[in-house]
């Protein structure tokens, strides 16, 4: 059974780091475009960053840009998300998204949108506050 579950959400402080991970059970996930995405309270999910699975190109949202980092750890079958000088409105659920179509890489030209994932996992809960 292919799973994804997300791990490393918590409380920090604005200007503060952390790393999320998403592991996956069930399949390779190198073989699959793997994206992170948000959902703040009472907002929709939005795309964060995601990594391809043809040439290992990476997209980010603009909030993203400088601040965030995803990479895959494919020996542990993880990709990550290290997020830096967090801010406020960087509270949210964060999910990891999986498209299931080796065929395609939904993430190769652009960080592209939730429809494009078929597999979420539960989210973890990332909280800036001081």
């Known amino acids: 059974q292919k799973q994804v579950v997300e791990y490393g959400g918590g409380s920090v402080q604005p200007g503060g780091s952390l790393k999320l991970s998403c592991v996956a059970s069930?399949?390779?996930?190198?073989?699959?475009?793997i994206g992170w995405f948000r959902q703040a309270a009472g907002k929709g999910r939005e795309g964060v960053a995601c990594v391809s699975h043809m040439e290992g190109r990476t997209h980010y949202a603009e909030f993203a840009k400088g601040r965030f980092t995803i990479s895959r750890d494919n020996a542990k079958g993880a990709v990550n998300l290290e997020m830096n000088a967090l801010k406020g409105e960087d509270t949210a659920d964060y999910y990891c998204?999986?498209?299931?179509?080796?065929?395609?890489?939904?993430?190769?030209?652009?960080?592209?949108?939730?429809?494009?994932?078929?597999?979420w996992g539960q989210g973890t809960q990332v909280t800036v506050s001081s």
């Open positions: 069930g399949f390779i996930s190198e073989n699959y475009a």
């Open positions: 998204g999986v498209s299931l179509d080796p065929s395609v890489d939904v993430c190769y030209r652009a960080l592209s949108n939730k429809r494009e994932y078929d597999l």
